[in-house]
C-alpha cells in the first residue's frame, strides 16, 4: 500500500509561480521503483494529465498544455516528487493529485495509487 499526500497549493496571480510537493509513504516503499505524475481536475471537467516522471527521473512527458511553464523533478532519497509551475494562468486552477504506477505506465494511463489532492487557484 502506498499513501500520497500532496501539499503547497494555494490562491496565486496570473504569472506567478508555485511549486507542489507529493511525499509518498507506506510499508516497505520502494519509491525509487515507481513512476511519478501529476493529474489535475477543474470543476466540471474530467482530470486530466499534467506530467509524468520515470522512478529513475531519466524520462518526462508533459501535457501540451503545461510544456514549457511545468517541470517535474523527483528526490527518491526523500520519497518526494515536485511539481514546479511557473507562469500560471487562470486556466491552471484546478485540485492537483499526485500519482504512481510503473514505469511502463508513466503518462497519461498511469494511476495505480493517488493522494488527495492539493488545489490550485490562480486568480486574473
Known amino acids: 500500500q502506498v499513501q500520497l499526500v500532496e501539499s503547497g497549493g494555494g490562491l496565486v496571480q496570473t504569472g506567478s509561480s508555485l511549486r507542489l510537493s507529493c511525499a509518498a509513504s507506506?510499508?516497505?516503499?520502494?519509491?525509487?521503483?515507481?513512476?511519478m505524475g501529476w493529474f489535475r481536475q477543474a470543476p466540471g471537467k474530467e482530470r486530466e494529465f499534467v506530467a509524468g516522471?520515470?522512478?529513475?527521473?531519466?524520462?518526462?512527458e508533459f501535457a501540451r498544455s503545461v510544456k514549457g511553464r511545468f517541470t517535474i523533478s523527483r528526490d527518491n532519497a526523500r520519497k518526494t516528487v515536485y511539481l514546479q509551475m511557473n507562469n500560471l494562468e487562470p486556466e491552471d486552477t484546478a485540485v492537483y493529485f499526485c500519482t504512481s504506477d510503473s514505469d511502463r505506465k508513466m503518462g497519461a494511463t498511469m494511476g495505480s495509487y493517488w493522494g488527495q489532492g492539493t488545489q490550485v487557484t490562480v486568480s486574473s
Open positions: 516522471i520515470t522512478s529513475n527521473g531519466g524520462r518526462t
Open positions: 507506506g510499508p516497505g516503499l520502494a519509491f525509487s521503483r515507481y513512476a
